[in-house]
């Protein structure tokens, strides 16, 4: 059974390249943000709630497909959804509520965004970063399972993920 590690974060803040690093280090699957093949498959960045819900599915599928023994990295999971969908709807629908499982997860890495933003066609969010990492260390603290914040930049940010993983009582190998 894989024990899964959650990046999760608002955008731009280095989820895809720590999740890169540290499934590198681990010698572990790495579970890429199904949202940006979903997208690429759609040829279109437009979407719905409903669409949300779907890629939430399509987040936990993946991650299934990929879970192996020992570590499994994924660069988002459902939180990212449950919050997207808040912050772009003014809701979470419960189908979608019932898919975010905390408890599956061994560790979360919530982000910081302290890195300069990178424009990218699927993102929104330039000015309120800050605010949506709060709302992802409240929807964490909520869920009562183990977190680390990560911040700096290159190998520090790498450093402070691995001390997360360290204070679990494994290196992960």
């Known amino acids: 059974m894989s024990r899964r590690i959650a990046l999760v974060g608002p955008e731009s803040c280095g989820k895809t390249t720590l999740a890169r690093e540290l499934a590198a280090e681990l010698a572990a699957p790495w579970v890429p943000e199904f949202a940006r093949s979903w997208f690429a498959a759609r040829g279109s960045s437009d979407y719905t709630l409903d669409d949300i819900v779907a890629i939430a599915r399509g987040q936990l599928a993946l991650e299934d497909e990929l879970a192996s023994p020992g570590w499994l990295v994924c660069d988002t999971n459902v939180l990212v959804c449950v919050i997207w969908a808040e912050v772009r709807f003014g809701q979470c629908p419960p189908e979608l509520a019932m898919l975010w499982r905390p408890q599956d997860y ?20 330039p000015l309120d970063r800050e605010q949506l990492f709060e709302l992802y260390r409240q929807g964490l603290q909520i869920a009562g399972v183990p977190f680390a914040e990560v911040s700096g930049s290159g190998a520090q940010r790498l ?14 190998r």
Do not use: K, V
């Open 106 to 125: 061994a560790l979360h890495l919530l982000l910081s965004p302290d890195l300069p933003w990178q424009p990218d066609p699927l993102r929104e969010n």
């Open 159 to 172: 450093a402070c993920a691995q001390a997360a993983l360290a204070s679990l009582g494994t290196t992960g």
